[in-house]
């Protein structure tokens, strides 16, 4: 059975509807460089994660490495990129874990973003602030 992510009925509502763009994905997360805009590999990554790519949220300080499906998605899938942002990471490199990543997504995009979300126990606490 596959983990389905389901919104609220206020926040689908809001939701764009169709394929998010490069440009969509630069104006949601402006930690993101803007010399990749003309990337393909990032036009292909941004196709294929765009679902994810909505609902990803920066973690919160309180939240660390451990936050719900939102913080992973943002762990996972842009963080590498805001990294390269800051000047910690070569452009090649961070093309190559987008690379990898993509390919990873490619044997099971199904189950994919599953993944990305550790699991946990039942009963336990929400990560964040207490």
């Given at each position: 059975m596959a983990l389905q992510i389901r919104l609220s009925k206020d926040v689908e509502d809001r939701a764009p509807r169709g394929p998010m763009t490069v440009d969509e994905f630069l104006?949601?997360?402006?930690?993101?460089?803007?010399?990749?805009?003309d990337e393909p590999l990032v036009a292909e990554y941004v196709s294929a994660f765009g679902h994810l790519l909505r609902l990803?949220?920066?973690?919160?300080?309180?939240?660390?490495?451990?936050?719900?499906?939102?913080?992973?998605?943002?762990?996972?899938?842009?963080?590498?990129?805001?990294?390269?942002?800051i000047g910690l990471a070569r452009r090649d490199r961070t093309l190559a874990?987008?690379?990898?990543?993509?390919?990873?997504?490619?044997?099971?995009?199904?189950?994919?973003?599953?993944?990305?979300?550790?699991?946990?126990?039942?009963?336990?606490?929400?990560?964040?602030?207490?």
């Open positions: 104006a949601r997360f402006p930690e993101v460089p803007r010399d990749l805009r990803a949220q920066k973690p919160s300080p309180c939240v660390g490495g451990g936050g719900d499906a939102p913080h992973q998605f943002y762990l996972r899938l842009v963080n590498d990129l805001a990294v390269y942002g874990r987008l690379r990898a990543t993509l390919d990873e997504y490619k044997k099971q995009p199904a189950t994919f973003a599953c993944t990305l979300v550790p699991p946990r126990a039942p009963g336990a606490p929400r990560p964040g602030c207490a």
